[in-house]
Every structure is written in C-alpha cells, then in structure tokens.
C-alpha cells in the first residue's frame, strides 16, 4: 500500500462548486502539506501543518482552505471553484529535516 | 530568498547516451538541504536524492550520480546509460534548514529518451 494516498484522483467541476481533495498518511510524519503544479511553475506551497493544532499558510493560500482532521490525514477544499484552480495537486509528507514524500496527485479541472 | 534554477528546459537524447541536468539554487542560509525528484509520465513525484549543505560528497547509485558544487552553487544529475525508462520531468528542490517549511522548486527538465 501506497504510503501518502489522495483522493480523488481525479475531478472535474463547475465554476462556484465546493470542492474537498483529500489525503492520508501511513508514514507517521506529523508534517503534512498542499502543493499545486502548473505547467512551467514546478510545484508551489498552498498550505503546511505541523500536527493537528497548527496550520501555516504557504505562498498561495487565497482561495483555499484546510482542516487536520488527525495526524494522518489533511484535506484541502476550495470553497468556491474558479478556472484558474485548474491544476495538479500533490499532498506530502515530512518531519524536521527529513525529506518530502508526495501522494500520487490530484487532478482537478475547474470548468 | 531562495532560487531555484533548471535552465535545460527539455532534453532528448538517444538510449543509452549519457545526459546531465543541470540545477543552480540561491540561498543566504548556511544550511540547506537539496533534492532531486522524478515525475514520470503517470504523474507522481518519485524522491531521488536528498543532500545537506555539509555534504559535498558525489553520490552514485546505480546509473545515477549527482555532482554537489557549493562553489558554483550547482547540483547537477547525471543518467548513466540512459534507458526509455528514464524519461519523465526532474525537479531539482531547494529547502532552508530553519524556519522555513517551504520546498522551493526548479521549473523542471523534461527528458526524453528515444529508442
């Protein structure tokens, strides 16, 4: 079994719609984070979390948010979908210095 | 502020010819750690190496190796005898020891083995 699962992993939905893309962890890391990708702009940083009670905002946290709902899972929701959320999106997990190990992905397509 | 740069924005070359990836990282911190990740075409980000700022020992495993050069603040990857298997996008990844959570990524070399 795959360490960091994500589900969906796949989605398509409407302009406006809410939407949850979520992600669990066998690793036993208490760091969990939200990328996305764009072509050409390698993966930038939506959120992080350094366990249950303590979420961080990254670079481009605007029009999303997140819950921790345990150590091992972290989800994501966009509450009102916009087109330019259309994007391959990848949780990860991490502790301290230790490497970041990253979900299959989620892709999600905003029409 | 931390840079990371993969200039290569695409290669090709032909299986079993030998192929570099060049990366070049900004930082101010002293301590720092440096990545290599795989994105194969199914889309999943496979963890290849990882190097702290203290360790500029090349590292070989298998047909990879990875040249660590604080000098010139390069990290570059080298595929042995490449294979069709190889082909996929490589993402070069800065980290900051302190205070700083954030994975800063290259824009990625997109490698194109053909047969």
């Known amino acids: 079994d795959a360490d960091v699962t994500q589900t969906p992993r796949n989605r398509i939905t409407k302009t406006g719609k809410r939407i949850m893309l979520e992600c669990s962890q066998t690793k036993g890391h208490d760091r969990m984070y939200w990328y996305r990708q764009d072509p050409g702009l390698g993966l930038r940083l939506i959120y992080y979390s350094f366990d249950v009670k303590d979420i961080n905002k990254g670079e481009i946290s605007d029009g999303y948010s997140v819950s921790r709902q345990a150590q091992a899972k972290f989800s994501l929701s966009l509450e009102s979908a916009i087109p330019n959320q259309t994007a391959l999106y990848f949780c990860?997990?991490?502790?301290?210095?230790?490497?970041?190990?990253f979900g299959p992905g989620t892709r999600l397509l905003v029409l | 502020a931390q840079k990371v740069t993969q200039a290569q924005t695409e290669i090709s070359v032909v299986e079993k010819e030998d192929v570099t990836l060049d990366c070049v990282y900004e930082?101010?911190?002293?301590?720092?750690?440096l990545f290599w990740y795989k994105q194969p075409p199914s889309g999943e980000l496979v963890f290849l190496i990882r190097?702290?700022?203290?360790?500029?020992q090349n590292e070989i495993s298998g047909r990879y190796s990875w040249n660590f050069q604080k000098s010139t603040s390069s990290f570059n990857f080298t595929i042995t005898a490449s294979q069709v298997v190889d082909s996929a996008v490589y993402f070069c990844?800065?980290?900051?020891?302190?205070?700083?959570?954030?994975?800063?990524f290259g824009t990625g070399t997109r490698l194109t083995i053909i047969p």
């Open positions: 990860a997990t991490g502790g301290g210095q230790e490497t970041q190990y």
């Open positions: 930082t101010r911190d002293t301590t720092y750690y």
């Open positions: 990844a800065l980290r900051a020891n302190f205070g700083n959570e954030k994975l800063t």
């Open positions: 190097r702290n700022s203290f360790d500029e």
